[in-house]
Each structure stands twice: as structure tokens, then as C-alpha cells.
């Protein structure tokens, strides 16, 4: 019991905190969504790494990295801690300059205003909602993974939190502090927890390192003495075109909705410049003990099957720490698997009251209260829904996210591109994207679902070029050696292309207002639907 008090300590702490930051709130949806625009620098930072660091980091990582061993961490951490920083500059930058110039607060604001456009803005803000749940999804998982296995006494005992329990106190938790405390309370919590797991992150690898039989050192050059065990120390399972594959797969990170909303919430420009400086070193600290550990602990506990892997670290943790350090390392780990839940549900929460029941007369008829109580009140109803949907324990947490959350979103990247830096883009552009990205990611995932890999060898799904490769537990779907995000991202920036140059461009008044900025600053044009 002694982890699950410390745990619960600590959610007690987490909606504490919350409290507070409602007893801060001016009660109207600039504050409640963006906390006034007035995030300064280093909490700006600890805010865009804490909402990346999911339990598809922590757990995921550590999982994939059981399965198919430590190129998991070139696959995803080192691409990510180049690219993501450098679309935070490139493109963050840009968005928080016409975001503070023309009063945006959501991407499908800024889209529709910049591309005079009402239907284009409502189909790019369904398909962003629809693949913004199941990352919300992975963290209630990853929450229920969380306080399910670190509260059983061991292989073969029932944990004292149940699955399906730690799922719905992490859902309430999350639920009571982004409802009371709005983008301030996520903030506040954020801090404290991204603070509280880089801390003990590092106690964690340490104590694992040194309590595993013959030490960190000598079981690794143990593994190097079995072949199959040596395969995970290498990158030789991967096909050389499905790894470098995952250098756009972080593209994805500054088309989340919540990123996007955090960089409108920037007080200074100046805050995006230690995001860049420091978030490639965060993303080593974080990731590269979680995929060493998941690499080691497949010659410690073997067998994992399917989505039990993504539990190796916390197995782990609870084989080989102390219960009142495991306990408290088991809260950092669920602190930053809650922080992102926290955003995420606050983005979609954003993006329906700002972008539906706001655009379409709902804040004009109840006020700035009347659309704080509807965000307050959605912010239940999709966390009832992603909790449900968590309790089928869909499939493991590192496929689930690359699948649909993080190919769609980085697919998307092309609109965001040529909207911020193309003149000539247009909505009819946009909008052949979109329903390009929405029907190959859905493709995508019927073609996964319906065809299952072999140990063996690759299951063909149209001949040579459409094929599931075993690297997976199900199996991951490859287009000609590549992943999927590869010709969707490029389908998307052709067809943004040629079709925004067969089509009217925008009006040369909203060319100059954002193009020219220079020019005195007018109001958003597309407040409200028409």
C-alpha cells in the first residue's frame, strides 16, 4: 500500500493546486483558455515539454523498446528533439505574432480568418478533434498502468488499484483541475510535475541500474552474449527507410491543437527562445533511460506480450525499488503521464467553444460566462468518453499514438506551412488536405486492424508495396520500406499546391493584413459564422 499513498499524496496535491488557480480566474475565455497571454519564459518551457512527455514517452518508449530495442530512441527522440524545437522557431513564432496581432486563440481561428473561410475551418477542426482522443486515450492508459502496477505485491497478485480504477482517478484528477482551473491550473500543475519527474527520473534509473542483478553494466554485456538478446541493443531490426521515416512523424507536435494554443498564450516572444535551447537536452534526459531500461528489461522479465511491454518500466520499478521510493517514483512518472491528459482535454475543450458553440452564435446569446460554463461542461463530457474508450485497452501505447495522433497531425503540417508562409495558398487547398489526410489515416488504420502480422515474416496487404512488417505486436502497416507518414505528408503539401493554384487566392485585403504586417492591425474578419 505504501506507493498508492505516496501516489495518492500526490493526486491530492495536483487537485490542491488547482483549487487555487481557480480562486485566480477573471472568469472570462481569454483567461480561462490562454491564462491572459502571459506565460513567461521558463515556465513557457517546462509547459511545451511537459505536454510531450506522455505516457507514450515514458511508457511507450520503454515498451517499444522491450520489443524492438534501443533504435527506438534514433527513431523518435532524436528526431524529435531537433525538429520539434526548430518548428517551435520557425512556425510557433510566427503563429504567436499573428495570434497576439489579431486576437486568435485556436488554429482553426487563425485558419479561417487567413483563408476567409467558414466549412474548411469546421472539417480541419472535426478531423483535429477526432485525432486529438486517442492521445488523451494513451494517457488515461497510461495512468491505469501507472497505479495498477504499482500497487500489486508482486507476479500473479491482483494490484490493490485495479486497471480500470487507476484509469478513473486519473481521469477525475485531470477532469477537477482543467475544470476549476482553466490554462492557469494546467500551468501551475505542469511546473510542479514536470519539475517533480526530471528530479526523480534520474533517482529512478539509478536505483533500477544498481539493484538489477550484476548491475546495469554487467546484465547489458550479458545481453550482448545471446544473439536474440544482443538484436536489442542495435538498430538492425528496422529497415533503414521506415527509421528515417520518423524524422516528420514530430512535425506532428506544433500541429496538436494544444501546442498551438500554448504558443498563442506566450506573454513574449523571448519565451520561445529558451524552448529551443533547452528542450533537445530535456528530451535526452527523459528518453534515453526509459528506451535503456525497456531494452535491458526484456532479458529481466521476458515475455511481455502486446500491450503488457509498455508496464517494463514500471515492473521494474516495482521489482527492484524500495515501496516508499517507488511510490514516489511512480508519481513522477504519473505526473507527466497527467500533464499532457491535462492539455489535451483543455485543447478540445478550447476548440469547441471557440471554434463551434463561439463561432456559431452560442457566446453572442450566453456571454463570456455562458461560454466558460459550456467549455466546463464539455471538458466532462470527452473525459467520460476518452475513459470508457480506455478501458478497452485498445492496443499498445507506442502504435496507438504513431497510427492516428502523430501521422495525421504531422500530415497536416503542410496546411500550417503554406498558410503562414504562402500567399497564394487557399481554403480549397486546405480542405483537399485535410480530407486526404482524415481518409488515408482512416485507410491506414482499417488496413492495420484487418490484417495481422506473423513472427515470420511480412503479411503483404497489396502486393510489394503496401505490407505489414512484424515490429509491432500486431504488426506495422509499410508503404514500400517506408512509414505511412511518408506518402501522406507528401499526398497533403502536393494537393495544397496545385490545388491552391487552380483556385481564387484569398481577397488582397486579408493578403496585406497578413503579409504586410507592417500595416495597422484590424480584427479578425472571420469571428463568427456568416
Known amino acids: 500500500m505504501i506507493p498508492a499513498i505516496v501516489i ?126 486517442p492521445y488523451m486515450i494513451i494517457s488515461i492508459i497510461g495512468g491505469g498502468e501507472v497505479l495498477a502496477n504499482i500497487s500489486t505485491n508482486g507476479p500473479g497478485t491482483p494490484p490493490l488499484i485495479p486497471y480500470w480504477m487507476g484509469c478513473a482517478i486519473v481521469a477525475l484528477v485531470v477532469t477537477i483541475n482543467v475544470f476549476f482551473g482553466g490554462m492557469r491550473g494546467v500551468v501551475w500543475v505542469n511546473v510542479f510535475q514536470t519539475i517533480l519527474f526530471l528530479l526523480f527520473g534520474l533517482v529512478a534509473v539509478m536505483t533500477i541500474s544498481s539493484l538489477i542483478p550484476g548491475g546495469f553494466t554487467s546484465r547489458v554485456e550479458h545481453m550482448l552474449q545471446n544473439p536474440k538478446a544482443a538484436a536489442l541493443l542495435t538498430r538492425g531490426r528496422m529497415d533503414p527507410r521506415y527509421f528515417w521515416s520518423y524524422t516528420l512523424v514530430p512535425l506532428s507536435s506544433i500541429m496538436f491543437p494544444h501546442m498551438a494554443i500554448m504558443c498563442f498564450s506566450a506573454r513574449k516572444m523571448s519565451a520561445f527562445k529558451r524552448t529551443v535551447v533547452l528542450y533537445p537536452l530535456a ?38 525499488a524500495p515501496p516508499v521510493l517507488a511510490g514516489v517514483l511512480g508519481a513522477g512518472i504519473i505526473s507527466a503521464v497527467m500533464g499532457s491528459d491535462c492539455h489535451q482535454v483543455l485543447a478540445l475543450s478550447t476548440m469547441f467553444t471557440k471554434d463551434i458553440f463561439s463561432y456559431y452564435g452560442g457566446q453572442e446569446k450566453y456571454g463570456e460566462r455562458g461560454s466558460v460554463a459550456f467549455a466546463r461542461g464539455f471538458i466532462v463530457v470527452v473525459t467520460v468518453i476518452a475513459y470508457l474508450i480506455a478501458l478497452q485497452r485498445p492496443e499498445n501505447i507506442f502504435e496507438l499514438a504513431t497510427r492516428y495522433a502523430f501521422t495525421g497531425f504531422a500530415s497536416l503540417a503542410p496546411i500550417m506551412i503554406a498558410a503562414l508562409f504562402w500567399k ?104 463568427t459564422a456568416a
Open 8 to 133: 495518492a499524496l500526490y493526486l491530492v496535491v495536483i487537485s490542491y493546486i488547482g483549487s487555487v488557480a481557480f480562486r485566480r480566474s477573471k472568469g472570462n475565455t481569454e483567461d480561462f483558455f490562454l491564462a491572459s497571454r502571459g506565460i513567461g519564459g521558463i515556465v513557457f518551457f517546462l509547459w511545451i515539454f511537459a505536454t510531450n512527455m506522455t505516457a507514450f514517452a515514458i511508457l511507450g518508449s520503454s515498451g517499444a523498446a522491450y520489443r524492438g530495442g534501443i533504435g527506438i530512441f534514433g527513431l523518435m527522440a532524436t528526431s524529435s528533439a531537433l525538429v520539434i524545437p526548430l518548428s517551435i522557431f520557425v512556425i510557433g513564432t510566427r503563429l504567436w505574432a499573428l495570434g497576439k496581432r489579431f486576437g486568435h486563440q485556436t488554429q482553426v481561428q487563425f485558419f479561417r480568418d487567413r483563408w476567409e473561410c467558414s466549412t474548411t475551418g469546421t472539417i480541419i477542426f472535426a478531423l483535429s478533434a477526432i485525432m486529438l482522443v
Open 424 to 527: 497564394r495558398s487557399t481554403k480549397y487547398g486546405a480542405l483537399a488536405a485535410t480530407l486526404w489526410v482524415g481518409a488515408s489515416v482512416a485507410l491506414a488504420g482499417y488496413l492495420q486492424n484487418t490484417h495481422k502480422a506473423v513472427p515470420t515474416g511480412p503479411v503483404p496487404v497489396w502486393g510489394d508495396v503496401l505490407y505489414l512488417q512484424p515490429l509491432t505486436s500486431g504488426g506495422s502497416l509499410v508503404f514500400m520500406g517506408f512509414h505511412p507518414v511518408v506518402p501522406i505528408l507528401v499526398g497533403s503539401a502536393l494537393l495544397v499546391w496545385l490545388v491552391s493554384l487552380v483556385t481564387p487566392a484569398p481577397s488582397q485585403k486579408t493578403i496585406d493584413r497578413y503579409f504586410n504586417l507592417t500595416a495597422p492591425a484590424e480584427p479578425a474578419l472571420a469571428e
Open 283 to 320: 528530451i535526452m534526459a527523459i528518453w534515453l533511460p526509459c528506451v535503456f531500461l525497456g531494452a535491458v528489461g526484456a532479458s529481466l522479465i521476458p515475455g511481455l506480450k502486446g500491450p503488457e511491454a509498455d508496464s517494463i518500466l514500471l515492473r521494474l520499478l516495482a521489482q527492484y
